[in-house]
């Protein structure tokens, strides 16, 4: 599991449970706003986790964040918004638990449940923040199994989808333009978003596999768009500029570096009975965060995106 999935399955949690908090005391009738305020806040700092990357412009914005604070929350951010909140879970799931056995609740097996995710699941994640969750060799072959891949022909390209039971074929005539995209968005956290983007002349060809997953019948449609995103999850994804050559005869230079990593800094090893941690300071780097590789009819990037709006 990777760190971004890890984050919105926290950010998810929480809301869930503040959200839960909210409906019990408005269920027994609480009036008082330091009761409601506090999940409140977990719920606002959820949703803005689960949507950091529609936030991210405003939180750059200089009109909202001071530098320093911004550079104080980067830098604070895995304690101030999981592993804090996180923590005051698990407490209140335990002191449900302590007030439960004390008084003799009549919880039954759905309460004793409940509270006991209350107090044991944030713990848990806290541990996968701080330590990393480890995966059996028999699961990690079947994240490569559901993983997107891409391969090529003279007809053009496929991306085989195993999650969605299907795949998608672009013909080489159908490509209008790509644009190679590698930038990172800073909110809470620094992510980096890289790719290829192709914009097609007309809808993709979608082959379902025989076997289809019950949630895959039950959303049998395919997507309509002309903008194909081929994201570097996708095996194979790098192996794109080359195939343009071969089959678009147009030649590129592709920088598949990251834009995080422009100039080292500073490099430190710390070591413990457990593993060996390099922690690494670069300066980014101020390239471009696209960039047309192929262009059908010379369009600029705003126009290519006007076009296929």
């Known amino acids: 599991m990777n760190e971004k999935i890890l984050r919105k399955l926290v950010c998810v949690f929480i809301l869930i449970c503040a959200s839960a908090l909210i409906f019990f005391d408005l269920a027994h009738g609480y009036k008082s706003f330091v009761i409601y305020a506090i999940p409140m806040i977990f719920v606002i700092v959820s949703v803005i986790g689960i949507f950091e990357e529609k936030f991210s412009i405003v939180y750059n914005s200089k009109l909202l964040v001071n530098p320093k604070h911004k550079q104080w929350i980067n830098e604070k951010s895995e304690f101030v918004f999981f592993i804090l909140p996180l923590s005051i879970f698990s407490l209140?799931?335990?002191?449900?638990?302590?007030?439960?056995?004390?008084?003799?609740?009549?919880?039954?097996?759905?309460?004793?449940?409940?509270?006991?995710?209350?107090?044991?699941?944030?713990?848990?994640?806290?541990?996968?923040?701080?330590?990393?969750?480890?995966?059996?060799?028999?699961?990690?072959?079947?994240?490569?199994?559901?993983?997107?891949?891409?391969?090529?022909?003279?007809?053009?390209?496929?991306?085989?989808?195993?999650?969605?039971?299907?795949?998608?074929?672009?013909?080489?005539?159908?490509?209008?333009?790509?644009?190679?995209?590698?930038?990172?968005?800073?909110?809470?956290?620094?992510?980096?978003?890289?790719?290829?983007?192709?914009?097609?002349?007309?809808?993709?060809?979608?082959t379902k596999y025989e076997k289809q997953s019950w949630l895959n019948k039950l959303f049998p449609k395919d997507s309509q768009s002309k903008i194909i995103d081929i994201a570097d999850d996708t095996k194979s994804y790098m192996e794109i500029p080359k195939w343009i050559e071969i089959y678009l005869n147009s030649k590129t230079e592709v920088d598949f570096n990251s834009p995080l990593k422009g100039t080292l800094i500073s490099s430190h090893i710390t070591k413990n009975k457990r593993k060996i941690t390099t922690i690494e300071k670069w300066n980014p780097n101020n390239k471009e965060p696209e960039k047309i590789i192929f262009n059908r009819q010379d369009l600029s990037i705003e126009e290519i995106k006007k076009n296929f709006r």
């Open 92 to 206: 209140i799931g335990f002191l449900l638990t302590f007030f439960a056995i004390k008084l003799n609740w009549n919880l039954g097996i759905s309460g004793w449940v409940t509270i006991s995710i209350f107090a044991l699941f944030p713990l848990y994640l806290i541990y996968g923040f701080l330590f990393g969750f480890s995966i059996s060799e028999k699961q990690q072959r079947q994240i490569e199994l559901r993983q997107k891949k891409i391969f090529s022909n003279e007809k053009g390209i496929t991306i085989q989808m195993p999650l969605f039971d299907k795949d998608c074929f672009m013909s080489w005539q159908s490509i209008e333009a790509i644009i190679y995209y590698n930038y990172i968005v800073s909110s809470d956290f620094t992510d980096h978003y890289q790719g290829f983007k192709f914009y097609l002349n007309t809808i993709p060809t979608y």
